[in-house]
C-alpha cells in the first residue's frame, strides 16, 4: 500500500507571494491533518480535514488555509509569506479518528 | 492544559547500549491517546506506537519496549542494545477531545539521539 506523499518536496518562495502544497493521503482514509515543523516552535497542528470539511484548526492565521477534495486529497494553500512561514509542512492521514495517523516526507518551504 | 515534556533534548550512547527515553504528558482529558513518532533525518515522522489511556500494559516490539504509568503521566520509551540506525529525533505526542480532537497531535520537543559506533 503506497504511503502518504506530499508536492512539491521542496520550495522557495520570496516574502509576498502565495503557495499551495498537496497531499495524496493513504488510500482509504479520510482524514488528513497538517502540521508545521520548526526549530523555534517544534511541531505544531495546523488544521484537519474530514471528508471534505474542516474538523479541526490550530492557532495560525487566516493566511493559513486548506481544502479537501473528493478523493481525500489535501492541499493547504498559505498567502502573503512571510519569512517566519519557512518550516517543514508534513502532512498525516488516518483511517478516521482515533486511528493511527501516519506521515508523509513533508515539503520544505523556504521563503526569502 | 495540555502538554507534553521531553526533558531530555539530546542523547549520545554508545552502540549496543540500552537507552530510554522520557516522555510526561498532561491533560484533563480521560481518554487519551499517546504516541511514539522517530524521524530520521529524512524527515519523515515514522510512527512507533500507539497507546490509549485505559491500556497500561507495557508493549516490547523487537528492541524497543514502552512502559506507560498513568500514576506519574508517563509514556517512557525503551531501545534496548541500541544500533546506529536508530540515530534520529524520537517525539512523544499526546491527543485527546479536551487537546481539540482525536486526531489533533501534540508533540514534545522531541529528544534527539544519536548512537555512535
Known amino acids: 500500500k503506497a504511503g502518504v506523499t506530499q508536492t512539491p518536496r521542496y520550495l522557495i518562495k520570496t516574502r509576498g507571494q502565495q503557495v499551495t502544497l498537496s497531499c495524496s493521503p493513504i488510500?482509504?482514509?479520510?482524514?488528513v491533518s497538517w502540521y508545521q515543523q520548526t526549530p523555534g516552535q517544534g511541531l505544531q497542528f495546523l488544521f484537519e480535514?474530514?471528508?471534505?470539511?474542516?474538523?479541526n484548526k490550530g492557532n495560525f492565521p487566516g493566511r493559513f488555509s486548506g481544502r479537501q477534495f473528493s478523493n481525500s486529497r489535501s492541499e493547504m494553500n498559505v498567502s502573503t509569506l512571510e519569512l517566519g512561514d519557512s518550516a517543514l509542512y508534513l502532512c498525516?492521514?488516518?483511517?478516521?479518528?482515533?486511528?493511527?495517523?501516519?506521515f508523509g516526507p513533508g515539503t520544505r518551504l523556504t521563503v526569502l | 492544559a495540555q502538554k507534553v515534556t521531553q526533558a531530555q533534548t539530546e542523547i549520545s550512547v554508545v552502540e549496543k547500549e540500552d537507552v530510554t527515553l522520557d516522555c510526561v504528558y498532561e491533560?484533563?482529558?480521560?481518554?487519551?491517546?499517546l504516541f511514539w513518532y522517530k524521524q530520521p533525518p529524512s524527515g519523515e515522522l515514522v510512527f512507533l506506537i500507539r497507546?490509549?489511556?485505559?491500556?497500561?500494559q507495557n508493549e516490547i516490539s523487537g528492541r524497543y519496549s514502552w512502559n506507560f504509568q498513568k500514576s506519574t503521566s508517563s509514556f517512557n520509551f525503551t531501545i534496548t542494545a541500541s544500533q546506529v540506525v536508530d540515530s534520529a529525533v524520537y517525539f512523544c505526542?499526546?491527543?485527546?477531545?479536551?487537546?481539540?480532537?482525536?486526531?489533533?497531535?501534540?508533540f514534545g520537543a522531541g529528544t534527539r539521539l544519536a548512537v555512535h559506533p
Open positions: 498525516a492521514s488516518s483511517l478516521a479518528t482515533e486511528n493511527e495517523q501516519f
Open positions: 488510500s482509504g482514509h479520510r482524514s
Open positions: 480535514y474530514f471528508s471534505e470539511t474542516q474538523r
Open positions: 491533560t484533563r482529558d480521560t481518554t487519551y491517546y
Open positions: 497507546r490509549n489511556s485505559f491500556d497500561e
Open positions: 505526542a499526546l491527543s485527546g477531545m479536551f487537546s481539540g480532537g482525536y486526531n489533533k497531535l501534540i
